[in-house]
């Protein structure tokens, strides 16, 4: 197999405001559901409810506890407003932790959203990625069970290393991979843009082919020029593809302009009928898979498992 390096496009940090999907999650019992509907009218004003929701936390319901750190967090807390050393502790409630030290077992919304605070700082509070890491880790679950946005936060941690984070491109790779079973379009260009260029897991072209074809027809821009690049590489097993990569890169600057420019060199360099051919297939594809990207914020505060 030919050993071309694939480019790999991504900047610092932009999978936390990222296309992605999403990730739904059924309420989980009765009390999760009671207490984020309390949230929501303690959000449109409501004390009473605000109340409830500490009397409910106080006497150990976590999802209670969780959705008044929420409200605090985001000051939406009537009266209250914002305040994030009673978000926090709301959240260690809700967490079942009482010290630094002591194992986060409780609620994955209130470790996901200290996480948030540690790794961007809030209001006092210095930011500490290796802390954020923690609490991410603990809301982010394993390959069994994974929420998605925690596992972003990680992917993206590890993929750059940030403060005291050091880079680590294999525990990247995992939590892209753990994200794009859940079919995190972000995630599927990350790991099949990983898997194309040998970053952090094994090289395997042919899966890098299927992750990146998956976010293509999520509308990934990124993961239509990677697969442009793959079909300009004779993997042993397929041959150079020059009108495959052009259409890629006709399909890509339908709807991100800056690949124009490298579609039309692509198309100059092919005779008339392969031009034709590489118009046609983009065409087919864009009728079936031409809808844009929907947006997801990883930076966001959440009170419930589905975004």
């Not at 959240?91 to 996901?112: E, F, Q, V």
């Amino acid at each position: 197999m030919t050993k071309r390096r694939i480019l790999l496009l991504g900047l610092l940090g932009a999978c936390l405001a990222a296309p992605g999907t999403a990730q739904t999650i059924p309420f989980l019992d009765g009390g999760q559901k009671r207490a984020y509907d309390l949230s929501r009218a303690a959000a449109t004003g409501s004390e009473a409810a605000l109340e409830e929701l500490r009397s409910r936390a106080n006497d150990g319901d976590r999802w209670s506890a969780m959705q008044f750190g929420w409200l605090h967090h985001t000051g939406k807390a009537p009266k209250a407003g914002r305040d994030i050393k009673i978000a926090m502790k709301a959240y260690r409630k809700a967490a079942k932790i009482a010290s630094d030290s002591a194992a986060i077992t409780g609620n994955p919304l209130a470790a996901y959203n200290m996480g948030l605070i540690y790794l961007y700082g809030d209001d006092g509070v210095e930011s500490d990625p290796h802390e954020a890491a923690k609490w991410f880790s603990a809301a982010a679950g394993d390959e069994t069970k994974v929420f998605v946005p925690a596992a972003m936060n990680l992917a993206n941690l590890f993929e750059y290393g940030f403060g005291n984070v050091a880079q680590d491109l294999a525990e990247s790779a995992r939590w892209y991979r753990a994200a794009a079973a859940h079919k995190e379009p972000y995630a599927l260009y990350k790991l099949g843009a990983m898997l194309a260029n040998g970053i952090g897991v094994a090289a395997n072209p042919f899966e890098a082919q299927i992750k990146l074809e998956a976010a293509a027809k999520m509308g990934s821009t990124d993961a239509m020029y990677i697969l442009s690049r793959l079909s300009m590489v004779d993997h042993g097993l397929t041959e150079k593809n020059p009108v495959n990569a052009a259409k890629w890169l006709l399909i890509a600057s339908e709807n991100n302009p800056q690949f124009k420019k490298l579609a039309n060199e692509a198309m100059s360099k092919l005779p008339r009928d392969k031009q034709n051919s590489a118009k046609n297939m983009a065409m087919a594809w864009l009728k079936s898979y031409g809808r844009p990207m929907p947006r997801t914020d990883y930076r966001v505060p959440l009170n419930t498992l589905t975004q």
